[in-house]
């Protein structure tokens, strides 16, 4: 069974800065695109970044890009997002995600709480 575990997550003042990591496991890794999605108190999960399987290009939701940055390590089976400039808007719960077969896979989530 497919295995994603997020961590990095926490409370952080308003224009600070978080790094989230994703360690996968029980799929080939590096063929496979990767994306972080969150979701916030009462709304619905929404697409954050996502990068293809050899890390050659990336995607971002309007709401993040120039602040957030996602990368990977093929060779630590890894996926990464770099939160800069946090807003209290970017609190939410961050789930690390793959798409195999057309099914989704999904972590435990993280959580980041942008607060002073």
């Known amino acids: 069974q497919v295995q994603l575990v997020e961590s990095g997550g926490g409370l952080v003042q308003p224009g600070g800065s978080l790094r989230l990591s994703c360690a996968a496991s029980?799929?080939?890794?590096?063929?496979?695109?990767m994306s972080w999605y969150r979701q916030a108190p009462g709304k619905e999960r929404e697409l954050v970044a996502t990068?293809?399987?050899?890390?050659?290009?990336?995607d971002y939701a309007d709401s993040v890009k120039g602040r957030f940055t996602i990368t990977r390590d093929n060779a630590k089976n890894t996926v990464y997002l770099q939160m800069n400039s946090l807003k209290p808007e970017d609190t939410a719960v961050y789930y690390c995600?793959?798409?195999?077969?057309?099914?989704?896979?999904w972590g435990q989530g993280t959580q980041v709480t942008v607060s002073s």
């Open positions: 029980r799929f080939t890794f590096s063929s496979r695109a």
């Open positions: 995600n793959v798409r195999i077969l057309f099914k989704h896979y």
């Open positions: 990068i293809t399987a050899d890390g050659g290009s990336t």
